[in-house]
């Protein structure tokens, strides 16, 4: 079963830092864009940054919100994604998804995400 | 970066109903938008990838049309397991963007 689980959300103080965490099974991690999305309470979608497959040399991007404080890594032993997130503020706080984009023409903007984690709570406050 | 305005942000609609939301861009992004499903508490489902090319499993009521800055998302009747909330997202080009989203309710 294909299948993405988060951890590592919690409450941090204004300033903190949080690495969640996203554990993939059931597909081969090293081909797919992954994608890091979140959503704070009651309000809609927001794209926080990607990273690009093996081929691609997992190279990143980053929403202008986080650029500078938030940084994406891979660990393919483990098959894992991690979201570093430094400088925390209190606008940071949502459900954090990790998600795996799919493109069946290997042209990344005709796909799009069709697996989603369960989502990780991130609060910020003092 | 590229804004992705939908409309309208709120619907009530019954079942049965055809419903149009649409999704305007502030720039042309050629056909590189996807459309979501999320119901309360839940995370998104892919519905529409290359603004019209259904997603598998995804029942063909639904379709999607579009290209330049202007697409639409279409629920031809209205079933009771589509009332949720949907958004489009741009892929054109980073930063890549959602649509504010739009509630579809039941009347």
């Known amino acids: 079963e294909v299948q993405l689980v988060e951890s590592g959300g919690g409450l941090v103080q204004p300033g903190g830092s949080l690495r969640l965490s996203c554990a993939a099974s059931g597909f081969t991690f090293s081909d797919h864009y992954m994608d890091w999305v979140r959503q704070a309470p009651g309000k809609g979608l927001e794209w926080v940054g990607r990273t690009r497959n093996k081929a691609k040399g997992y190279t990143t991007e980053y929403a202008a919100s986080v650029k500078g404080r938030f940084s994406i890594s891979i660990d393919e032993s483990k098959n894992s994604l991690y979201l570093q997130m430094n400088s925390l503020k209190a606008e940071d706080t949502a459900v954090y998804y990790c998600?795996?984009?799919?493109?069946?023409?290997?042209?990344?903007?005709?796909?799009?995400?069709?697996?989603w984690g369960q989502g990780t709570m991130v609060a910020v406050s003092s | 970066d590229i804004q992705l305005t939908q409309s309208p942000s709120f619907l009530s609609a019954s079942v049965g109903d055809r419903v149009t939301i649409t999704c305007r861009a502030s720039q042309g992004i050629s056909s590189y938008v996807v459309w979501y499903l999320q119901k309360p508490g839940k995370a998104p489902k892919l519905l529409i990838y290359?603004?019209?090319t259904l997603q598998s499993g995804v029942p063909s009521r639904f379709s999607g049309s579009g290209s330049g800055t202007e697409f639409t998302l279409t629920i031809s009747s209205l079933q009771p397991e589509d009332f949720a909330t949907y958004y489009c997202q741009q892929l054109n080009s980073y930063p890549l963007t959602f649509g504010g989203g739009t509630k579809v309710e039941i009347k």
């Open positions: 998600a795996r984009h799919y493109d069946s023409s290997g042209d990344p903007r005709k796909g799009g995400i069709d697996v």
């Open positions: 290359a603004a019209s």
